[in-house]
């Protein structure tokens, strides 16, 4: 059979290359439907107490309805086209008219089409029978819905023919004989296309003991039932000797296996019951079959809903471990352990003792959860473990703790509080996750972004050296004019002039060093109001000196109406400096005519300041754009290939963006953006008048 998958309400052929090919399948598969269906009218007419039109059980239509879940719905037409010549002459052959046999291929195809539409009202082969709302569904549309509106039908059809008299009698007989047999026939036909020839196969040898003393134990109740006409005190003992193995299959093995006990058990206590033997053998033929029915229906589908309960258990206990492996793997790979704190009994449970960061009670006269925290940060982690449970909230904490060898070490501990139904805290459960080799790689990026610092100022070196030396040469010889005039008696005013000079150079040195002890010694973010006017003029007198060293025109261009942005001045001045020195860098094999730098500044868009460094060198290679802020990767021949990286650093932790691209004509642009410190909008007046 053509395997279909559909999607947008059609459906494609999946492994069948040649139409050709396909269609000899579906008739091949057409034939097939069409002898099962005429085996289950076979055993249907044995199954026919004596004088009675209407079998105990009649499999064709359940059969039949089988076959259509399994098959793609257009194959449906080509099974009654194969199916209706085959029955009439099968029915022929057993002397039933013509028009009741056609009457009666109606019925059976109308119960089965009916049946398989509402249980595949999508067209879509899904699993039918995965969970008990599918089971439900089942019995209400395919095992009742179909059968009561077509045993309407077959019913008249019998009064009709003159097969019987009683309309009511034939209805009722014929319902429950088509109600049982799809109860029957079609969950594990369609559960075993649904996998379970597969789940089967795959278990055989681990389950074959078992399933072994499970065939055992039905034949043993089958040769019971097969005994004789049974005593009547013997007959409760019979009834209920079957529902053991239904319950073992159902509980060990899975619906499937207990649909197929259910089935061979139903099927030979319906032939010792034609046969006038078994337990419901003793009294009117009518009553017997009516009492075999209902107690098959009143089996099967509480037996099949709790099988499917069961797998659906199982199922659920399946997932139910492999997420807790994959909880526990990514526990482990993440170096997490969950804990639970009991607040009144002071136990707190840990998940995983093999963690290289156990937390460990140290001191008995702490609680065990800060007995393990560093003595320096066991006050902060208190107050914050307090404050959680006084707000009933959760928390979270970085701290350091104390292992088993006295060893320290990082953790990141998150806790949530949790209450009774008084509101009052009664525990707190969390994840403790070792982070110390964050913690170093935090100090190594520190330790980087301060050797780039160094770095930086050991390229300026030369060019602060000649800076400083300027004004104080000003200075010495400003001082030695004040001299002069002072021993020769000269006017106090040349004198106030020199010594605003003297002023006036000085602080030109001190801005200079400052500026360079602020690049050079660690500090840590402080977040201000910066003027970008201000912080490039402060930049560009830093590299006025190596500009006119290396012959590089510095030109800037920043809009008047700049707004200021929230940042770090010194951390700011290093993301300029790095920017321009490596322009200046590149530029290094060009003319001295040809060196020009430009340094922009303006809006984009309401709330962003666009900062832009473009210079007039080679540009950057193609396949270098991509990765140029990433670690080790520099466009310098004497680069570390950290300067781009701490740039991004800087940018993005002020909240902005920086990226590169090629000039149109020559050399490259490196651009950023940093948020702007926008005036807030006056709110609405409060004034209240009198």
Same mark, same amino acid.
């Given at each position: 059979?053509?395997?279909?998958?559909?999607?947008?309400?059609?459906?494609?052929?999946?492994?069948?290359?040649?139409?050709? =090919?396909?269609?000899?399948?579906?008739?091949?598969?057409?034939?097939?439907?069409?002898?099962?269906?005429?085996?289950?009218?076979?055993?249907?007419?044995?199954?026919?107490?004596?004088?009675?039109?209407?079998?105990?059980?009649?499999?064709?239509?359940?059969?039949?309805?089988?076959?259509?879940?399994?098959?793609?719905?257009?194959?449906?037409?080509?099974?009654?086209?194969?199916?209706?010549?085959?029955?009439?002459?099968?029915?022929?052959?057993? #002397? %039933?008219?013509?028009?009741?046999?056609? #009457?009666?291929?109606?019925?059976?195809?109308?119960?089965?089409?009916?049946?398989?539409?509402?249980?595949?009202?999508? +067209?879509?082969?899904?699993?039918?029978?995965?969970?008990?709302?599918?089971?439900?569904?089942?019995?209400?549309?395919?095992?009742?819905?179909?059968?009561?509106?077509?045993?309407?039908?077959?019913?008249?059809?019998?009064?009709?023919?003159?097969?019987?008299?009683?309309?009511?009698?034939?209805?009722?007989?014929?319902?429950?004989?088509?109600?049982?047999?799809?109860?029957?026939?079609?969950?594990?036909?369609?559960?075993?296309?649904?996998? #379970?020839?597969?789940?089967?196969?795959?278990?055989?040898?681990?389950?074959?003991?078992?399933?072994?003393?499970?065939?055992?134990?039905?034949?043993?109740?089958?040769?019971?039932?097969?005994?004789?006409?049974?005593?009547?005190?013997?007959?409760?003992?019979?009834?209920?000797?079957?529902?053991?193995?239904?319950?073992?299959?159902?509980?060990?093995?899975?619906?499937?296996?207990?649909?197929?006990?259910?089935?061979?058990?139903?099927?030979?206590?319906?032939?010792?019951?034609?046969?006038?033997?078994?337990?419901?053998?003793?009294?009117?033929?009518?009553?017997?079959?009516?009492?075999?029915?209902?107690?098959?229906?009143?089996?099967?589908?509480?037996?099949?809903?709790?099988?499917?309960?069961?797998?659906?258990?199982?199922?659920?206990?399946?997932?139910?471990?492999?997420?807790?492996?994959?909880?526990? =793997?990514?526990?482990?790979?993440?170096?997490?352990?969950?804990?639970?704190?009991?607040?009144?009994?002071?136990?707190?449970?840990?998940?995983?003792?093999? =963690?290289?960061?156990?937390?460990?009670?140290?001191?008995?006269?702490?609680?065990?959860?800060? +007995?393990?925290? /560093?003595?320096?940060?066991?006050? $902060?982690?208190?107050?914050?473990?307090?404050?959680?449970? !006084?707000?009933?909230?959760?928390?979270?904490?970085?701290?350091?703790?104390?292992?088993? /060898?006295?060893?320290?070490?990082? %953790?990141?501990?998150?806790?949530?509080?949790?209450?009774?139904?008084?509101?009052?805290?009664?525990?707190?459960?969390?994840?403790?996750?070792? %982070?110390?080799? !964050?913690?170093? @790689?935090?100090?190594?990026?520190?330790?980087?972004?301060?050797?780039?610092?160094?770095?930086?100022?050991?390229?300026?070196?030369?060019?602060?050296? /000649? $800076?400083?030396?300027?004004?104080?040469?000003?200075?010495?010889?400003?001082?030695?004019?004040?001299?002069?005039?002072?021993?020769?008696?000269?006017?106090?005013?040349? %004198?106030?002039?020199?010594?605003?000079?003297?002023?006036?150079?000085?602080?030109?040195?001190?801005?200079?060093?400052?500026?360079?002890?602020?690049?050079?010694?660690?500090? $840590?973010?402080?977040?201000?109001?910066?003027?970008?006017?201000?912080?490039?003029?402060?930049?560009?007198?830093?590299?006025?000196?190596?500009?006119?060293?290396?012959?590089?025109?510095?030109?800037?261009?920043? @809009?008047?109406?700049?707004?200021?942005?929230?940042?770090?001045?010194?951390?700011?001045?290093?993301?300029?400096?790095?920017?321009?020195?490596?322009?200046?860098?590149?530029?290094?094999?060009?003319?001295?005519?040809? !060196?020009?730098?430009?340094?922009?500044?303006?809006?984009?868009?309401?709330?962003?300041?666009?900062?832009?460094?473009?210079?007039?060198? /080679?540009?950057?290679?193609?396949?270098?754009?991509?990765?140029?802020?990433?670690?080790?990767?520099?466009?310098?021949?004497?680069?570390?290939?950290?300067?781009?990286?701490?740039?991004?650093?800087?940018?993005?932790?002020?909240?902005?963006?920086?990226? @590169?691209?090629?000039?149109?004509? @020559?050399?490259?642009?490196?651009?950023?953006?940093?948020?702007?410190?926008?005036?807030?909008?006056?709110?609405?007046?409060? $004034?209240?008048?009198?």
């Amino acid at each position: 059979m053509a395997s279909e998958r559909s999607a947008g309400g059609g459906s494609e052929a999946v492994g069948l290359p040649r139409p050709g =090919l396909a269609s000899a399948r579906s008739v091949a598969f057409a034939i097939l439907v069409s002898a099962v269906y005429l085996v289950g009218m076979k055993i249907g007419s044995a199954l026919t107490a004596a004088g009675s039109p209407i079998s105990t059980l009649w499999p064709p239509n359940a059969l039949l309805m089988a076959a259509l879940l399994v098959a793609p719905r257009r194959l449906w037409p080509l099974f009654l086209a194969v199916l209706l010549p085959a029955h009439v002459v099968f029915q022929r052959q057993l #002397g %039933i008219p013509l028009g009741a046999s056609l #009457g009666w291929f109606v019925g059976n195809t109308g119960e089965a089409l009916l049946g398989a539409a509402f249980l595949r009202t999508s +067209g879509e082969r899904e699993p039918l029978f995965e969970t008990n709302r599918d089971v439900i569904r089942f019995v209400l549309f395919g095992a009742l819905l179909a059968p009561i509106v077509t045993s309407f039908w077959d019913a008249a059809v019998v009064v009709w023919a003159g097969l019987g008299s009683n309309y009511w009698n034939v209805f009722s007989t014929r319902l429950f004989s088509n109600v049982i047999a799809i109860v029957l026939f079609v969950p594990p036909i369609v559960m075993a296309f649904e996998g #379970g020839v597969n789940r089967l196969r795959r278990s055989f040898l681990r389950r074959l003991p078992e399933a072994a003393a499970l065939a055992a134990a039905a034949l043993l109740i089958c040769i019971v039932l097969d005994s004789g006409a049974m005593p009547s005190g013997a007959v409760l003992l019979e009834v209920y000797a079957p529902l053991p193995v239904f319950v073992w299959a159902a509980l060990r093995f899975g619906p499937w296996e207990s649909s197929l006990a259910v089935l061979v058990v139903t099927l030979v206590e319906i032939w010792t019951l034609i046969h006038g033997r078994g337990p419901y053998a003793s009294g009117p033929a009518a009553e017997n079959v009516l009492s075999l029915q209902t107690y098959s229906t009143l089996v099967a589908i509480p037996l099949l809903l709790f099988a499917v309960t069961m797998e659906e258990r199982r199922r659920a206990e399946r997932r139910l471990r492999r997420n807790e492996e994959r909880l526990e =793997l990514a526990f482990a790979v993440s170096r997490m352990a969950k804990w639970e704190w009991d607040l009144r009994s002071g136990e707190l449970i840990f998940s995983d003792e093999r =963690l290289g960061f156990r937390e460990v009670s140290l001191e008995a006269d702490v609680p065990f959860l800060f +007995g393990v925290v /560093h003595p320096d940060d066991r006050d $902060e982690v208190r107050r914050i473990h307090d404050e959680a449970i !006084r707000r009933r909230s959760s928390y979270e904490v970085e701290c350091r703790v104390l292992d088993e /060898h006295g060893g320290s070490h990082w %953790i990141l501990r998150k806790g949530q509080v949790v209450t009774d139904r008084s509101g009052q805290p009664i525990r707190v459960f969390g994840v403790s996750q070792d %982070i110390t080799d !964050r913690k170093h @790689a935090e100090e190594a990026d520190r330790r980087l972004e301060q050797a780039s610092r160094l770095a930086l100022v050991g390229e300026l070196t030369a060019s602060i050296a /000649h $800076e400083i030396n300027q004004p104080l040469g000003a200075v010495l010889s400003n001082a030695d004019v004040l001299e002069m005039n002072l021993e020769s008696g000269d006017l106090p005013q040349e %004198i106030q002039s020199i010594v605003s000079d003297i002023r006036r150079d000085a602080v030109r040195a001190s801005d200079v060093i400052r500026n360079v002890r602020s690049l050079a010694r660690p500090r $840590e973010m402080q977040m201000q109001e910066v003027d970008l006017h201000e912080l490039t003029g402060e930049v560009l007198r830093l590299a006025s000196s190596e500009s006119r060293r290396r012959g590089v025109q510095l030109e800037t261009d920043l @809009a008047p109406d700049l707004p200021p942005v929230r940042g770090d001045r010194v951390w700011l001045q290093q993301l300029l400096l790095n920017l321009i020195m490596n322009g200046m860098e590149a530029m290094s094999d060009l003319s001295v005519g040809e !060196r020009r730098l430009e340094l922009r500044a303006n809006r984009n868009g309401g709330s962003l300041v666009e900062v832009s460094v473009a210079d007039a060198g /080679h540009g950057i290679p193609a396949e270098l754009l991509p990765r140029l802020f990433n670690s080790f990767v520099t466009t310098r021949e004497q680069g570390m290939g950290f300067g781009l990286l701490i740039s991004r650093s800087i940018v993005e932790a002020h909240g902005g963006t920086i990226w @590169a691209q090629n000039n149109a004509d @020559a050399g490259a642009t490196f651009r950023f953006t940093l948020p702007a410190v926008l005036p807030r909008r006056p709110g609405p007046s409060t $004034e209240i008048a009198l």
